[in-house]
């Protein structure tokens, strides 16, 4: 996936100045940085959740996005499209309250993909089992921990078979204890060499994975970096924020 | 029955009256619940599309089911079916059937509320529900079908009850256009024997027992739609569903 010139704003405010970021098929990016320095609105891009005002969104071969505004730009994708290839796990899980652990993966994977209501629920058994969540299936998401309802969500996501995930802060609505149980899934599905792009206030998870790591502030990408970035880093401001939070 | 010296009538209740005529009270009872259900019905519909109008991006479509909204919630159900049965007609020239002219009026009126209660209750849903339908690639109708209405439907249960109960009270103002319904069996056996503290009494009884009935029926819908389902029907209902889901379990 490669952003490039991507802008937003919203009413008069400009929270993105053109942000331009490639992530290749395996990497695993992190994004951090201070409250309000639009990290969560350019993963939001990524999927167009957010339509940027300016800039491309490049995603295996196509283009999204309004582009440069001018006429050479081409055909454009459908953000339909690039939705059924992006996997997004948001902050508040947002799993649908009036289904079931399954249905909340049955109901989108068969809209989708078609096929009986029995396929579909054997998909989401399995993609259940992978999160350590089968015997949890029939339960509704008022009956499960914040950790629970969050690695349902991630299996609801993974069940379509996603090219790539965003997670959006997945464990800052979480009880610290809870923390754990999802952040070893997302470790799992890194191990597994998806490609994942994260924003997250857990510096050492980032430390961990993150092979890309994005430093934002103010609208602005300030810094980026590969695995090494928490050592080496160069740039003041990043490394002041990350010994503040480290 | 007079007693002149005391100046005053004394008073004699008929209560047995109201067993004497208790079928034509029932029948009365039966066409007012007749009518306020294929009014309710037709309403839900309407007001569905109207709530949907309303919040809809196309000015005009808001603009009119703002102004359409603002108008039928105010006017009274006395003159809606005066209007639609004798209005329409002097119009029109097009007669309507008193059921008809019953069923109009109350559905003009209801949707506009109906359509209030629906805007709330889908915008009182999470907007997550909708990011993360759209984040899966679900389609639009398919977010709208499958995720925003059946919430918006156990959000709006206790004030289409309440309506509903509303409904059923208005249609006593049909009597005027001569509709049989409770206030006029009861008028017309007013007139035969002069017992206006009974008869109406029996009625009103008649509209408080059908209150309690209609607020037990949505408590238990209610209750069907909750999460996870804990009325009998939705156990009934999705028996089938967790066999299956249990033997998903086993198998997987």
Known sequence: MELSGVRKTFGTIEVLHGIDLQITKGSHAVIFGPSGSGKSTVLRCMNLLEEPDVGSIKFLGNEYGPGSGRKEDGKRGKSIDLRRKVGMVFQQFNLFPHLSAIDNLALPYRSIRGGSVQEAQERAAHELNKVGLLKFAANYPSQLSGGQQQRVAIARALSLDPELMLFDEPTSALDPELVGEVLAVMRELAESGMTMVVVTHEMNFAREIGNLNVFMEAGNIVATGGSDFFENCTNQRAQEFIGSVL | ?252
């Not at chain 2, 009256?17 to 007749?34: P, S, Y």
């Not at chain 2, 009494?201 to 509209?207: H, N, R």
């Open chain 2, 1 to 252: 029955m007079f007693r002149e010296e005391e100046g005053v009538a004394p008073i004699n209740f008929m209560w047995h009256l109201v067993w004497d005529f208790k079928w034509d009270l029932f029948k009365g009872l039966l066409t007012a619940v007749n009518v306020s259900i294929a009014a309710l019905i037709l309403s839900m519909v309407i007001g569905m599309i109207f709530a949907l109008a309303r919040m809809s991006r196309f000015k005009v479509f808001s603009i009119f089911a703002t102004v359409y909204v603002n108008i039928f919630r105010g006017i009274p159900a006395l003159v809606s079916v005066i209007w639609v049965y004798f209005g329409w007609s002097l119009l029109f020239g097009h007669n309507f059937t008193v059921y008809q002219a019953g069923v109009i009026a109350l559905t003009l009126l209801y949707s506009s509320f109906f359509c209030e209660i629906f805007r709330s209750a889908l915008q009182a849903i999470h907007k997550g529900q909708r990011e993360a339908g759209m984040a899966l690639g679900l389609t639009r109708g398919r977010i709208f079908r499958s995720i925003m209405l059946p919430q918006a439907t156990k959000i709006a249960i206790p004030n289409i009850g309440s309506m509903y109960i509303g409904m059923i009270k208005d249609t006593s103002t049909f009597a005027i256009i001569g509709m049989v319904e409770v206030v006029r069996v009861t008028q017309n056996l007013n007139s035969t024997y002069f017992q206006p503290f009974v008869l109406y009494t029996a009625a009103a009884g008649l509209y408080v027992v059908i209150a309690f009935l209609v607020d037990f029926i949505f408590r238990n819908v209610e209750l069907n739609f909750s999460y996870p389902p804990q009325g009998r029907i939705a156990k009934f209902l999705s028996r089938k569903k967790k066999k299956r889901v249990e033997g998903l379990m086993k198998s997987t």
